[in-house]
């Protein structure tokens, strides 16, 4: 096998073990298992991901070594994604999906409501832009070389099973299914064109392997955020007079709680997930901009402290 | 001086105990110390301390299991408002003893278990135990209660941490401390026999991330002794400021070895009330705060994180209770701790000797 040949099969293989494909959260929705608070808390939570695509793309652009044909295909994925004038794009497409599993339109662009792990997944995409050079960027773009597949999967899912997402919620789907695999052909001919030793198909199939564990990460917090806390039952809950505060007490150790922190613990009560509980903090507080990320972040650590313990999703099996 | 909120009320119950650990921390003369307190008395314990801002009780020893007036200790914990943790070598309670704790509002159970290896925790027990250790875990998992389990680790036994840990899963405990000895009492004599070399704590510590990195249950703690570190450790988070020990005859005490410390006078409660005992006892004040501190201590950076250290580990080796321990690496005399880690390298196992009714 020429050398050329042989990485394009080791990229495919990296794919087919590591994409999200395989993820549980992507399984689930393929099955038609997932609750309408699962699709609508991945739609609103991947739109920070779309957003992030056209900025990882820009700097891709802005990087030594790409030539006046590399932009100009290139800078068609940036068209793509935020359209040539209002109302079109990726981006707005992703929106009316948003909308179309009942999320507030305005709530999903506000960007208010993204979990933390996905923000962090996300960021950690456009540095790992940032930090690498053309070569590794290219080679990180190449999960399209799989993501024609899996919209096709996505379609027929949500015929099937999600039938309460109207049609025009699709079409973003529809239209990754032709702009995937056609960016996948170009971005894998140039990957292929330029890895000129065995350390640059390593460096490339790194890359791509990176690729896959953050839209891993992605869903592994979005399926988290799933879970439902409750307080451990052996737990007690206090009042600390002599302070003023709100104390969990537990064996051989205490937890004190603020007054939100304490607001948060008493709406935990094992059916809630903890993306709806953040959900109800942040409206019942929309002066406070980092409710929703800081009550997951609060309710990860309450687990951490062995104060919340969780029960998987409702839907999962 | 404002006097400082005890947090957690230790009540040494009694100093009686079936087990005759090489490691026990019990002073030394523990046989001469009767038990003093009724559990009325108990009771009253229980209520001043909630009043003066108590959290958590561990009924400990000794062995406290050995009170036949528990039951009605436990309850009056629970009626003071404090939240009722009994610590225990597990092997006096048939699976049914627990029910009547558990009804007077007992909330969990420290279980000390000597290895995973059943011969080799009897014979640090001396006596044979551990199966009697195992049928009491699953008894109060079956009800219930969370579980921490102890084990103090040792150079005997800490290359065995991944089967002590095994262990501690397979009893679906919450907790497993891998406690390092307190060489104070019991365990100073033998200490030659127990630090172990840092080659084996480094090995048990990447054993322990790993188990970690496994599953987030049980939550396991090691700490690296401070016998080999060069900061010492926070002793009871400062002399007499979270922590409040009444030991069997009633003495308040800020730490289970204070009373073997000369000249300092601490009293006894029902002589006196325990605020009282707690507050002002010239003993109890002796290494509150700061000014009894000595050079390097006094002018440290640190002073406020480790408040020089463990008075009781300071007299034991330099006979300067106001000294600065010489686990810290800043401590003018270390020879003691230097020539322990020095002992301490090597692998061989070396023998224990037993607690007994006197050290003579």
């Known amino acids: 096998m020429s050398a050329r040949a042989d990485l394009e099969a080791r990229l495919r293989a990296v794919g087919e073990e590591r994409y999200h494909h395989r993820h549980p959260f992507n399984l689930r929705m393929h099955a038609g298992e997932l609750s309408a608070e699962e699709i609508r808390a991945w739609a609103r939570n991947r739109y920070y991901y779309q957003t992030r695509i056209p900025k ?13 044909e590399f932009r100009r295909e290139w800078i ?34 506000s960007l208010r409501f993204v979990l933390p792990g996905v923000r962090e997944a996300c960021d950690a995409y456009v540095e790992f832009v940032e930090s690498h050079d053309l070569f590794d960027s290219v080679a990180s773009s190449l999960t399209e070389m799989f993501a024609g597949d899996i919209m096709k999967v996505r379609i027929a899912a949500f015929e099937a099973h999600y039938p309460w997402v109207a049609a025009e919620g699709l079409r973003y789907f529809q239209s990754r299914t032709s702009q995937a695999p056609r960016d996948a052909a170009f971005g894998l001919s140039w990957v292929l064109d330029h890895a000129d030793s065995p350390e640059d198909a390593a460096r490339c199939v790194a890359a791509l392997e990176r690729k896959c564990e953050i839209l891993w990460s992605l869903l592994d917090a979005v ?31 205490a937890v004190a709680l603020n007054e939100s922190a304490r607001e948060l613990l008493d709406l935990c009560d094992g059916e809630k997930s903890a993306d709806a509980l953040a959900l109800e903090i942040a409206h019942r507080h929309p002066d406070a901009k980092t409710a929703y990320p800081d009550a997951h972040d609060f309710i990860a650590h309450m687990e951490r402290a062995g104060v919340l313990a969780c029960a998987a999703s409702a839907t999962a099996g | 001086m404002d006097t400082p909120r005890p947090l957690n009320l230790i009540a040494e119950l009694t100093y009686r105990c079936p087990l005759r650990c090489g490691y026990c921390s019990n002073p030394l003369d523990w046989a001469s110390v009767r038990d003093g307190l009724d559990s009325d008395a108990w009771g009253r314990v229980m209520h001043e301390a909630a009043a003066l801002g108590a959290i958590h009780v561990g009924l400990t020893g000794g062995e406290p299991t050995l009170r036949p007036d528990l039951r009605e200790i436990v309850a009056h914990a629970a009626a003071a408002n404090l939240y009722p943790h009994l610590v225990t070598a597990g092997t006096l309670i048939e699976p049914a003893g627990l029910d009547p704790l558990i009804e007077a509002g007992l909330r969990s159970v420290q279980l000390s278990i000597q290895d995973s290896d059943p011969a ?57 401390e891998l406690a390092n000895v307190q060489y104070y009492g019991w365990a100073l004599l033998n200490r030659e026999a127990l630090l172990p070399s840092r080659a084996q704590l480094e090995r048990a510590r990447l054993r322990v991330e790993a188990a970690r990195a496994e599953s987030a249950r049980p939550e396991i703690l090691i700490a690296i002794p401070d016998y080999h570190r060069e900061r010492p450790k926070p002793c009871m988070g400062g002399w007499g400021q979270k922590m409040l020990l009444v030991d069997p005859s009633g003495r308040v005490l800020p730490c289970h070895a204070a009373a073997d410390l000369p000249g300092l006078e601490f009293w006894r409660f029902g002589e006196r009330s325990l605020a009282e005992c707690w507050g002002e006892a010239p003993g109890m004040n002796a290494f509150r705060g700061e000014d009894w501190m000595q050079e390097p201590c006094r002018s440290c950076s640190e002073r406020a994180r480790d408040h020089g250290g463990c008075r009781c580990q300071a007299f034991a080796l330099l006979g300067d209770a106001a000294a600065t321990d010489p686990a810290c690496g800043l401590a003018p005399d270390r020879s003691a701790i230097l020539a322990a880690r020095d002992a301490a390298e090597g692998d061989g196992i070396r023998p224990i000797r037993h607690r007994a009714t006197s050290a003579s």
């Open chain 2, 120 to 176: 080799a925790s009897d014979a640090m027990a001396g006596t044979e135990s551990f199966e009697r250790k195992l049928a009491f875990a699953r008894a109060v998992r079956a009800r219930g209660l969370p579980i921490l389990l102890n084990v103090v680790v040792h150079r005997g036994n800490v290359d065995r941490v991944d089967a002590i840990i095994a262990l501690a899963r397979e009893l679906d405990v919450e907790r497993l």
């Open chain 1, 76 to 109: 068609g994925r940036i068209h793509d994604h935020d359209g040539e004038k209002p109302g079109e794009g990726g981006l707005e497409l992703w929106l009316e999906l948003a909308s179309a599993t009942g999320c507030d339109r305005d709530e999903v662009e």
């Open chain 1, 223 to 253: 399926e988290a955020a799933a879970r439902r806390p409750e307080l451990v039952p052996h737990a007690e809950v206090r009042n600390d007079s002599a302070e003023d505060r709100t104390l969990v007490v537990l064996p051989e150790r």
């Open chain 1, 56 to 68: 990882k793309d820009s700097t891709i652009l802005a990087k030594d070594g790409t030539d006046t």
